[in-house]
Each structure stands twice: as structure tokens, then as C-alpha cells.
Nanobody
Framework: QVQLVESGGDLVQPGGSLRLSCAASGIIFSRYTMGWYRQAPGKQRELVASITSGSAIYYANSVKGRFTISRDNAKNTVVLQMNSLEPEDTAVYYC???????????WGQGTQVTVSS
């Protein structure tokens, strides 16, 4: 079955940390660019971080120095480590897989991250 399944979302206090994980199945994981997007209420979905098949990494300016993306091709997983969380990080976080050559794209179902005291 072709799917992405996220986990790790939770309620956390400002300054806290969370680790989001995305498990992929049914795709040749190593060939895909993996990304984490987020969507806050009333806002557009935005790219937070991505990592290519060659491990080139992108971070949105708003999360640079606080978030770290990594991938494990042997386990077909991508992880987003989020530190120093702020209330502005509250959103539903989505895992994305994209392969330009075949124009293939997958989305996970999303996981809720809430940063509040």
C-alpha cells in the first residue's frame, strides 16, 4: 500500500521539543525528496523543511536553527526534530514525498502540533 504515516504530534509548552516521524510504504523511498509542511488555522500550507534524495536540506527561515530534518533510507522514514518550540509553530504538520522525474507526489494525513502554556 502506497502511503505516508506521520506520528509524534502533541501538546507542548513553549520552549519544549517534539520529534515528528513519517513512515513511507509502497514507494522507492530513497528516490524521493521528503518534506514537512504545516498549515495553521486560516493560513496557507507552507514548506517547513525538506531533504532531497542526495540529502540536500532546506529550512524555512522561521525554523532555521530550531528544527532538524533527517532521513533513514534503510527504514523508509523521515524525522523532523523540533526544538525551542513557539506558539507560532502550532499547526497540522504534513509529510510529503515528491519525485520530479515521475511527477509523483504523496501526502500523509497530518499530525497536530500545539504549542501552548
Amino acid at each position: 500500500q502506497v502511503q505516508l504515516v506521520e506520528s509524534g504530534g502533541d501538546l507542548v509548552q513553549p520552549g519544549g521539543s517534539l520529534r515528528l516521524s513519517c513512515a513511507a510504504s509502497g514507494i522507492i523511498f530513497s528516490r524521493y525528496t521528503m518534506g514537512w509542511y504545516r498549515q495553521a488555522p486560516g493560513k496557507q500550507r507552507e514548506l517547513v523543511a525538506s531533504i532531497t534524495s542526495g540529502s540536500a536540506i532546506y529550512y524555512a527561515n522561521s525554523v532555521k536553527g530550531r528544527f532538524t530534518i533527517s532521513r533513514d533510507n534503510a527504514k523508509n522514514t523521515v524525522v523532523l526534530q523540533m526544538n525551542s518550540l513557539e506558539p507560532e509553530d502550532t499547526a497540522v504538520y504534513y509529510c510529503n514525498a515528491y519525485r520530479q522525474v515521475t511527477m509523483s507526489e504523496l501526502w500523509g494525513q497530518g499530525t497536530q502540533v500545539t504549542v501552548s502554556s
